[in-house]
């Protein structure tokens, strides 16, 4: 009988869902999109819309562009996806809502390629010189006005996006990955704001002082981004500023440059990526003097050919000693025949991306 009355009651639900009617103990998705007269529909794994069966979202009320649509939490937990019009279904990943939840997504249903603008002669009051940004902005940043996005800073920018500015005329393809990733729904967009190196890249990515390559303008460059270069990507670009949308990464020198800035900065950075990290650094000192665990998420790897793989694994086994958990707020991955160089690392950088950014991850 008690199971017959909840049938019933969930049917009559279903029936004022036909209609989208605002329902108490409901779940409701809204969609951040400026639509227009193509309006938006919904497809899912429940209730009365399915993946091939779309039903129509609530128009906005006024000029803001959410579209929302609401069905009754005894689904579940609901699969979802929005479609522009009559056909044209949001690029990336299925939407996950938990019963009982108010969810707000930002689609994009255009071509997923993102574009890459260059910052010139963008100056450093803290080094005294001043190089190129090449902040690489995600698909859907012109479509979708509505949208804000998480940051990732990386160093060495020439050698990120373009074959032609790369040192070795090989470049990490961060553009193309990124578009890959999103297309198919493993990763949220990201801004990648690529910091280009300078003729004082050793000094500026190390701390103080190894005996044979000196070093130590680390915490000018530390204090460059952080008081510099982010003031202006977040000013200038629809950005997520806190500190659970930003990130930091970099390989080699810039691998253990980021690892030190977040170290430094845990309020600003909650991830950090040291790909092929030079951890031999001044005999090894990073390791030797890694200060107590903060609250970030590291990324660190190495190649299993002239990598530096052996301090890449004692830099890991100290953070364990400090309290750092394994795929909790620590990842290693031992790149089986790696090397130092962009092709190696453009082979295996969706492996950072896809932990920081994990589809669905990123709330605003």
Not at 146 to 167: C, E, I, S, W
Not at 170 to 195: F, P, Q, S
Request: with cysteine.
């Amino acid at each position: 009988m008690k199971q017959g009355m909840k049938t019933a009651a969930a049917a009559m639900l279903l029936a004022l869902l036909g209609m989208n009617a605002p329902l108490a103990g409901a779940t409701t998705v809204r969609v951040h999109y400026p639509a227009g007269k193509e309006g938006i529909r919904i497809v899912g794994d429940k209730g009365p819309m399915s993946w091939s069966k779309s039903v129509p979202a609530q128009a906005p009320d006024g000029p803001v562009n959410i579209w929302t649509y609401t069905w009754p939490d005894e689904l579940g937990e609901v699969q979802m996806k929005p479609i522009l019009g009559e056909g044209k279904v949001a690029v990336g990943g299925a939407y996950k809502l938990a019963a009982g939840s108010k969810v707000d997504i930002y689609p994009f249903f255009g071509a997923p390629f993102g574009k890459l603008t260059i910052v010139k002669d963008f100056a450093s009051p803290q080094l005294k010189n001043s190089r190129a940004l090449r902040i690489w902005l995600p698909p859907s940043y012109a479509e979708n006005p509505a949208k804000r996005y998480p940051v990732l800073y990386m160093h060495d920018g020439q050698n990120l996006f373009d074959a032609k500015t790369a040192a070795y005329g090989v470049e990490w393809g961060i553009d193309e990955t990124m578009n890959r990733l999103v297309a198919m729904g493993t990763v949220d967009e990201v801004i990648v704001v690529g910091i280009d190196n300078t003729p004082d890249r050793i000094p500026e990515y190390t701390p103080c002082c190894d005996p044979k390559y000196g070093g130590g303008k680390l915490d000018a460059y530390g204090a460059f981004i952080v008081e510099t270069v982010k003031p202006y990507v977040d000013r200038n670009y629809r950005t997520l500023p806190g500190k659970d949308t930003t990130a930091i990464m970099g390989s080699s020198l810039g691998g253990i440059a980021s690892v030190a800035i977040a170290q430094r900065y845990p309020d600003i950075f909650s991830k950090a990526g040291g790909v092929s990290s030079s951890f031999w650094w001044n005999k090894g000192a990073l390791i030797s003097t890694l200060p107590a665990r903060v609250p970030v998420k590291f990324y660190l790897d190495a190649g299993t050919t002239d990598d530096g793989l052996e301090d890449t694994a004692r830099m890991v086994e100290a953070m364990r000693a400090k309290g750092y958990r394994e795929s909790t707020d620590l990842m290693f991955f031992k790149a089986e025949g790696g090397r130092h160089n962009e092709a190696s690392w453009a082979a295996r950088v969706e492996k950072p991306l896809t932990w920081f950014f994990p589809w669905g991850s990123s709330k605003q």
